[in-house]
């Protein structure tokens, strides 16, 4: 057959085809799912199967199709990302080590009573470097990365949310240690009865919190971390708060912070930006999130190019970065034009009113 699992399967295995693919196969009503080839299949059989080509036995019970999709859309195997990368969120930083990376790191040690939470939660506005702080510590301690926005669990997956979670988690004890970072977390474990909430929205929330429960981060079994993300932590119910006791505010970035990643992003870029007009984008940005600093430098970066292009015109594919000129702070100065502040004033004081009350305290 053309494409579709039959190619990567021969491909792979010189035309044979294990039983769960042909499931998978079957599961999804004999059609291939994906896109072109399908490389789900491919990475199901790398990542799960033994030499037999069959799945472990501790996921047989599970439909192929959802192991499928956390294989491709939920495993995350981008680029580690280590503590430097991420500029400032310097407590943050000091107490996920302590609570989270040591014990997972020494098992033994932290025991009883100083046995780790099951899960942490991060709140802050968005931008802040959450999901980055999610996969530094799965790069710390070498653990395999799963990252999910819970929307998609609630939306995408109409009335499957419960099983994918339940096969996320299988899958993730799987390839222990796992961290499974669950975006806007709120959304599933909302304190809040919606008006006609959803059958199927009640037990994806009772799942997830069953799951959590059973996630022990430094036993040998189940080598499994959550970790929550929220914009709006005032959200959360009791139950999903027991398990994730610590809450930690990813505030807006500081001024170094900023400063660091002014110089980080500029980097190896010509440029003619004095100390002084560094601080004075330092100071100008303040109330920007590291997303919207991101986004501001490479809109500077852009200014040089833009100009290039309008000197050369059609010779942009032959253009170099020797025909660049330096980045300067006019640069900077149209970038803030086009890229403001995401987050509201108002909303940073929600958060810090919700930190003094809740949050960890570091
Ligand atoms: P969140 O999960 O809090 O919404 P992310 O971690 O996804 O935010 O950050 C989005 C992007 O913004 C990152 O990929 C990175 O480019 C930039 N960013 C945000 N915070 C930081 C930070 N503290 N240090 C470096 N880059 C950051």
């Excluded at 399967?9 to 599961?27: E, M």
Aim: aromatic share 6%; net charge neutral; glycine share 8%.
């Amino acid at each position: 057959p053309k494409g579709g699992q039959g190619n990567v399967v021969s491909g792979l295995r010189g035309g044979f085809v294990p039983p769960f693919v042909r499931k998978a196969v079957n599961a999804l009503g004999g059609q291939d799912t994906s896109k072109g080839d399908n490389p789900m299949s491919a990475k199901m059989l790398q990542l799960l199967a033994g030499p037999d080509g069959e799945l472990p036995e501790s996921l047989q019970k599970f439909d192929p199709a959802l192991i499928d999709m956390v294989c491709n859309e939920v495993l995350d195997e981008g680029a580690a990302v280590d503590w430097e990368d991420i500029a400032g969120q310097d407590a943050a930083k000091q107490l996920i080590q302590e609570i989270v990376v040591w014990p997972m790191m020494n098992p033994t040690l932290f025991m009883g009573a100083r046995a780790p939470p099951k899960g942490i939660l991060l709140f802050g506005p968005p931008g802040t470097g959450k999901t980055l702080l999610g996969k530094a510590i799965a790069s710390n301690i070498k653990a395999t990365f799963f990252n999910i926005s819970a929307s998609s669990l609630t939306s995408k997956w109409i009335g499957e949310g419960e099983k994918m979670v339940r096969t996320l988690f299988a899958v993730a004890e799987f390839m222990q240690p796992s961290v499974i970072f669950i975006d806007e977390i709120d959304s599933i474990l909302s304190a809040r009865k919606s008006e006609g909430e959803h059958e199927a929205s009640r037990r994806l929330k009772t799942e997830l919190l069953v799951q959590m429960e059973g996630c022990n981060p430094n036993s040998l079994s189940r080598r499994i971390l959550l970790v929550g993300a929220t914009n709006r932590p005032e959200e959360l119910d009791e139950a999903a708060r027991r398990r994730m006791p610590k809450q930690l505010y990813i505030p807006l970035p500081c001024e170094p912070a900023r400063k660091e990643m002014i110089l980080r992003q500029l980097g190896a870029v010509k440029s003619v930006l004095s100390q002084e007009d560094v601080q004075k984008v330092v100071q100008k940005t303040d109330g920007y999130s590291g997303a919207d600093m991101r986004n501001l430098i490479q809109e500077a970066l852009q200014g040089p190019v833009r100009e290039a292009v309008r000197q050369h015109g059609s010779k942009i594919a032959t253009l170099s970065e020797s025909d660049l000129r330096p980045v300067g702070k006019r640069d900077f100065q149209m970038a803030a034009k086009a890229q403001k502040p995401s987050v509201a004033p108002c909303e940073v004081t929600r958060y810090e009113v919700y930190n003094a009350k809740h949050g960890a305290k570091y």
